[in-house]
């Protein structure tokens, strides 16, 4: 085993040993013993994705470290975008090293820290300490807030709490065939909108739903429908038989209705069975070009109607961009937005920042001030890039 490895043994095994709220002072107490690092400081990606949240290790100061950081335009945003490690003189004559966080392609933050050496061994095992952060937090993240409260930057309503709660843990995931990347930003009265994925052995489900109303009869409605659906799925239900158990959930308990799309996407072969139960189209970029979806679309759930639910297919290639949208992004103030553009003009970005330029775009139209809740969802296929290529030439031939 090689030195660096007995060295993120040793970082884990003390990360272990810690209470979990400390995840932090420990990466922090393993770089300044290894390297001498200072002003070691965790920085959060807040729930909007919009500023930076600083968590200081204990002992090292840093001016004002519960004072969000706007992060567009910040080098923190490049970091983040780019992926990659950034360092520069700091005042004091020293080494100023930003590394990013980051779990399967979701942003947790950036680790900083200011170093006296920083050649490129130094740096790379500081890479990897950031790289053992983001499992360590994930991780405590199941026992204790900390790492939930230092993403909030407003204030939390009842309604939005549980909003919130709905969510998938990573609102970001990347694997051999497919990366996507959510966001939701919520209205100043929250409007019930949610989305989700998981991933399974041979099929990824995807949904985004909006429940009507607002507040927390919405959010309580939402906690319906997302229940609903969870449980089908997890009972190996496919997209049909998931709208079915939603649509008699929100009937047996006459809470009101809901619209949304549900999506399995076969990870073998790219084909979607998706269900459009009066939700707003998607938006498909393929070859360049966005175009709507344009789904037959069946009732809400909860509508009492004699029409079934209908699956319908759609068959991703290689390079495609589906965006799946709520009505908060396309209403009101937020019409003012082009959409398909944005998305053609953010075509190379990764699906996150994509998702952060589709929201920001949003957010600005409404000057911050949202009347329903927006939320986007973006998957980008790739394939299965697992397999080799066909008639690959062997240079040792």
Same mark, same amino acid.
């Given at each position: ?139 405590? @993240? ?93 009972? @190996? ?74 699956? !319908? ?30 998305? !053609? ?53």
């Amino acid at each position: 085993m090689e030195g660096g490895d007995l060295e993120l043994g040793e970082l884990l095994a003390a990360a272990e040993a810690a209470p979990p709220g400390e995840s932090v002072d420990v990466v922090a107490h393993n770089l300044q013993k290894r390297f001498g690092a200072e002003r070691v400081s965790f920085l959060f990606v807040d729930l909007v994705g919009q500023r930076l949240v600083r968590l200081a290790a204990a002992g090292d100061e840093v001016a004002d470290p519960g004072e969000p950081i706007d992060l567009r335009g910040s080098v923190y945003d490049g970091v983040l975008q780019s992926q990659l490690q950034h360092v520069e003189p700091d005042d004091q004559g020293g080494r100023r090293v930003i590394t990013p966080v980051t779990n399967r392609g979701d942003c947790l933050g950036v680790l900083e820290m200011t170093l006296q050496s920083a050649d490129d061994t130094v740096l790379r095992q500081v890479r990897d300490a950031a790289h053992a952060l983001a499992y360590i937090i994930v991780t405590d @993240g199941r026992f204790t807030d900390l790492y939930h409260l230092g993403r909030r930057t407003t204030e939390t309503s009842l309604a939005a709490e549980i909003q919130h709660q709905l969510l998938p843990s990573a609102p970001c995931c990347e694997a051999a065939q497919f990366t996507l990347a959510a966001g939701l930003v919520p209205a100043d009265d929250i409007g019930g909108d949610t989305y989700d994925y998981t991933l399974d052995r041979d099929t990824l489900h995807l949904s985004i739903t909006d429940a009507m109303g607002h507040d927390t009869n919405s959010a309580l409605l939402a906690t319906l429908l997302v229940g609903a659906l969870r449980r089908s799925r997890r009972s @190996g239900c496919d997209a049909l038989k998931q709208a079915n158990h939603a649509h008699q959930a929100l009937l047996s308990h006459s809470r009101g209705l809901a619209t949304g799309q549900l999506l399995c996407v076969d990870l073998e072969t790219g084909l979607c069975e998706l269900v459009n139960a009066g939700h707003p189209w998607p938006l498909l970029m393929r070859d360049g070009t966005v175009e709507e979806v344009r789904l037959a679309v069946n009732l809400p759930f909860g509508v009492a109607a004699p029409t079934s639910y209908r699956v !319908q297919e759609l068959r991703f290639r290689t390079g495609d961009r589906l965006v799946l949208l709520t009505d908060g992004m396309l209403e009101r103030g937020a019409a003012a937005v082009d959409l398909a553009s944005v998305v !053609q003009d953010t075509r190379a970005l990764h699906p996150r920042e994509a998702v952060r330029s589709l929201t920001g775009a949003v957010l600005d139209a409404c000057r911050g001030r949202l009347r329903d809740d927006a939320t986007v969802l973006i998957l980008d296929w790739h394939g299965d890039r697992r397999r080799p290529a066909e008639k690959r030439p062997d240079p040792h031939a």
